[in-house]
């Protein structure tokens, strides 16, 4: 069936549109955007990510710094770290990278990043923004899907999106960014009673609730849109909180996993970047 978004098509296209800009503001100031990412210890999927997120800088024409620290780093060190990289002219976005050693507060730390240079959108400033409709870097994950749904026209405008999933870093700042885009907007979560009849009024349906394959076909209606957040590893490989092979007859567009949601998680970081970068020009 040919109902996949193509999440590394949109994202190549993003990331094309910001070594674009990355260059001009570069020709045209001397100021080079740039990126920088805290990793606290060792955990091999992050490792993998921020090692994806320097090969994506570095294709953009960004400047890209990463700064490794023990797992036994404290509390006063990491916040110390953050304070002096955001002190850096030549860095424009900061992230730290998630998950973090469980004796450290990930949202102490988070706080710790000044407005102007939160690239993952998740500091309280940037979400106090993004619920007054205020501009601001947006979180990166819900902002892809919002990229992916334009991408492949699909109307919002008075449709009824159901998301599944109430966290922070997605379901919230997701309901948020659809009613901007003038969509009816429910959010589901583990204590929702009749999940699957409310699934089934959704034109769109986001899941982002971290556990495998937990939407099936009985919670999708024919023709519905469905995007995919979710990323969980199996014995037999990488899977979302859709049942894919259930879901996608019935869905009139369904993301893929991997190669959905996921590559525009880091094309919306750097967009989110040289959008600094350029602000810091006075642009």
């Not at 098509?9 to 100031?29: G, I, M, N």
């Not at 860095?91 to 990043?113: K, Y």
């Not at 009749?194 to 982002?208: K, N, P, S, W, Y």
């Amino acid at each position: 069936m040919d109902n996949l978004i193509d999440g590394k098509a949109v994202a190549a296209s993003v990331r094309a549109e910001v070594a674009e800009r990355t260059k001009k503001l570069f020709d045209e100031t001397g100021i080079r955007a740039g990126l920088a990412v805290i990793i606290v210890g060792e955990d091999p999927a992050s490792e993998v990510y921020v090692r994806n997120k320097h090969t994506a800088c570095h294709e953009a024409g960004m400047h890209s710094l990463e700064v490794v620290m023990p797992a036994e780093t404290t509390q006063a060190e990491l916040e110390a770290k953050v304070d002096e990289v955001s002190a850096d002219p030549a860095i424009h976005g900061l992230i730290v990278q998630m998950p973090l050693p469980s004796h450290l507060d990930t949202e102490a730390a988070i706080e710790r990043i000044p407005f102007a240079k939160d690239a993952d959108g998740l500091t309280s400033g940037a979400m106090g923004r993004l619920m007054t409709l205020q501009p601001g870097p947006l979180p990166c994950t819900p902002a892809g899907v919002i990229e992916l749904l334009k991408a492949y026209d699909v109307d919002m405008k008075g449709a009824h999106a159901v998301i599944v999933g109430r966290s922070e870093i997605v379901g919230k700042p997701q309901a948020h960014l659809l009613l901007k885009e003038d969509c009816t907007v429910t959010i589901c979560h583990s204590r929702t009673k009749d999940l699957e009849g409310i699934c089934q009024q959704a034109d769109i349906l986001v899941a982002a609730v971290g556990r495998p394959k937990m939407l099936g076909a009985q919670h999708v209606k024919d023709g519905a849109v469905v995007i995919d957040v979710g990323i969980n590893r199996l014995p037999e490989g990488l899977c979302g909180d859709v049942d894919f092979d259930a879901v996608q007859p019935k869905a009139r567009l369904i993301t893929p996993v991997p190669g959905g949601v996921g590559p525009m998680t880091i094309a919306m970081l750097l967009k989110n970047t040289v959008l600094a970068a350029e602000a810091s020009a006075g642009r």
